[in-house]
C-alpha cells in the first residue's frame, strides 16, 4: 500500500511542479505564484501519504490487540 500512495503522490507532484516550472521558464503571469504553489502542493500530498500510511500501521496494531483482549476469557 505504501508503494502505490508513493507513486500516486509522485506523478501529482511531479505534474504540478511540472507545470510550474514551465510558466518560469515560459514566462507566463504570475508564474512563481504557480510554482510556489506547486511545491507546497507536492509537500503536503507527500505529508499526506506519509501520515496515512502511519496512521494505517497504528490501526493495525490497534485492531491487533483488541482481538487479543476480546478473545481472552
Known sequence: MKK????YASIFALIWT???LFAVITGK?????ILGYGI????????????SY????????VDKMAKEVLTKK
Do not use: D, E, T
Open 4 to 7: 502505490f500512495f508513493m507513486i
Open 18 to 20: 511540472g507545470y510550474g
Open 29 to 33: 503571469p504570475s508564474a512563481n505564484l
Open 40 to 51: 507546497a502542493f507536492s509537500i503536503v500530498i507527500f505529508a499526506a501519504s506519509w501520515f
Open 54 to 61: 502511519w496512521l494505517m500501521g497504528h490501526y493495525k496494531r
